[in-house]
């Protein structure tokens, strides 16, 4: 009992102390909380892919190339993201660049990192379509590069808003393991990484499904094709 009173004796004497102690506390708890990260402006952006119009297709370009005497098939791989990318922070922001990552198509090893390959982004021309059985045609726009010139080139979002839209990018003409790694049911893992105005980097990963060239020249004829059509000779 002499222990308890004497405990209840120095807290009445130090009762200025220890409000001290709990306000700091306090502050601490706010701080790791998140409590004053929202006093903070700054953007933050989340993805949402739609599998819809979301594939990737390898083919042979039919020319080859000469190395040390060994003969290389050339390829190329060209990949359409559909996305809708929202603004979940609490300071508006616009789209700056966009890139897509691939894994090297090379055997796996476990002291090997993953290497990664980083396209940019490439304007497809014309834009992605779905056709219906009754004809009708759905267009879907293009994210940050527009269809029409006279379009703003950059995608502004608000606090709170989103934009949906495609992102187009076509490998150059390749050999060798430049092309992606695929899975067991010849899908293949990518990221996405979003560059706003700020020059913060998003980096979201996903999962792309296999289409053959034919397919993929069902959404948009110029798929594989806008390095040969944009290239002077």
Known sequence: MEIIQRIIEWTNNNSGFLSLIIFIATIMYGWFSGLFSSLIKKPKLS??????????????????????????????????????????????????????????????????????????????????????????????????VRDNPSENSSDFLRIGESITGTAYFEQVKAWGNYSPLPKEDISTDIKIKIIDVYGKKYIFKYNLRNKSLKEA?????????????????
């Not at 080859?64 to 359409?80: A, I, P, R």
């Not at 691939?102 to 982004?121: C, G, I, S, T």
């Not at 020249?217 to 000779?233: A, D, P, W």
């Open 47 to 144: 993805i949402r892919f739609i599998e819809k119009i979301s594939f990737y297709s390898k083919f042979n370009v039919g020319e080859q190339f000469v190395s040390n005497g060994f003969t290389y098939e050339m390829h190329k791989t060209g990949f359409v993201v559909y996305m809708c990318i929202s603004n979940v922070g609490n300071k508006d922001t616009a789209i700056d660049k966009i890139y897509l990552g691939y894994q090297k198509n090379k055997p796996r090893r476990f002291w090997n990192k993953k290497e990664f390959v980083w396209l940019p982004q490439w304007h497809a021309l014309t834009p992605f379509q779905s056709k219906f059985k009754n004809e009708s045609i759905l267009i879907f726009s293009s994210l940050r």
């Open 217 to 233: 020249r069902e959404f948009n004829e110029n798929f594989g094709m806008v390095e040969n059509i944009t290239t002077y000779s």
